[in-house]
């Protein structure tokens, strides 16, 4: 378990499912998913295979849920997943309910996952991937001081159209100089 101010993050559990499921199809979530939204049945197991993997030696991914400290509400996920073990690279990324988008949130889980792969993943690199039409999400990589590396042209082809991808990155160094 991390905790933030507002927040704390723990390991998914199966309960959930419904909840994480229900934030998945909102129309404005839905909006820079690639593909149709998946079964209730296949996100459950997806969140099965998440849980399994709490307990591979050595560790590569640690997917948690966002639960308010104030209401003990489920309001989102997040991960960390070491991508590159050999180079020290891991990926992060986030999702959030609609009603708490705006609010914070998902910049503190981002500074939490990120602060928590640098000090105790001991990784040199950490870095996102973004759809570039999704500013809010390309806003809260700014906040984290992470620098745009590239721009993937019309690399992911869904919902009828191509779409470019931005990748972020910070590196351990500049971790340490901004925090």
């Known amino acids: 378990m991390l905790n933030t101010e507002r927040l704390l993050l723990r390991e998914l559990e199966q309960s959930d499912v419904p909840v994480l499921y229900r934030y998945n199809l909102h129309p404005d979530f839905r909006r ?32 948690f849920a966002l639960v308010r400290h104030s209401d003990a509400q489920l309001i989102g996920s997040c991960y960390i997943a070491i991508r590159q073990p050999e180079a020290r690279q891991a990926e992060i990324g986030y999702m959030l309910g609609v009603d708490f988008w705006n609010q914070g949130y ?11 792969g640098f000090d105790t993943l001991a990784m040199h690199r950490i870095y ?8 809010a999400s390309v806003h809260v ?39």
């Open 32 to 63: 820079y998913e690639d593909g149709p939204p998946v079964t209730e049945y296949q996100f459950y197991q997806i969140i099965q295979d998440v849980i399994a993997e709490q307990h591979e030696h050595p560790r590569r991914s640690y997917y």
């Open 141 to 179: 990589l700014h906040k984290l001081n992470m620098r745009q590396e590239g721009l993937l042209r019309e690399s992911r082809w869904f919902q009828n159209r191509w779409w470019d991808i931005c990748i972020y990155s910070i590196l351990q160094s500049e971790w340490s100089q901004n925090e």
């Open 128 to 135: 996102a991937e973004v759809i570039s039409e999704n500013l």
């Open 106 to 116: 998902t910049t503190e889980a981002a500074r939490r996952m990120v602060t928590f």
